[in-house]
């Protein structure tokens, strides 16, 4: 199960997940954000503080979402190790042509 919940802030806006981004769960959080941030002008983070469980696609999501600009911020080893490999992986795709 995961839990999403948005809040709005002078910084943007922030995207709380708890719970577990995997199977289903993963396709709600790319439906979510579509829904909900529609604007690109607005900062979004979102926060993996509380995620105990990221699978392969929701890692891809991730990816996704941080090349649309998205602020991903975690203070757990899993999820920083995570944050980590997706922007090491962003930053070799753009050194390598994409």
């Known amino acids: 199960m995961l839990r999403i919940t948005f809040?709005?802030?002078p910084e943007g806006t922030q995207v709380k997940l708890e719970g577990k981004l995997s199977g289903p769960w993963v396709g709600e959080l790319?439906?979510?954000?579509?829904?909900?941030?529609?604007s690109d002008s607005d900062r979004?983070?979102?926060?993996l503080s509380y995620v105990t469980y990221i699978d392969p696609e929701g890692k891809k999501l991730l990816a996704r979402m941080k090349q649309k600009g998205v602020f991903l911020q975690g203070t757990h080893l899993m999820t920083r190790y995570i944050i980590d490999e997706i922007?090491?992986?962003?930053a070799n795709s753009g050194r390598n042509g994409g």
């Open 30 to 38: 790319e439906r979510s954000w579509s829904e909900r941030l529609q």
């Open 87 to 90: 922007t090491r992986a962003g």
């Open 44 to 47: 979004v983070t979102v926060d």
């Open 7 to 9: 809040q709005e802030g």
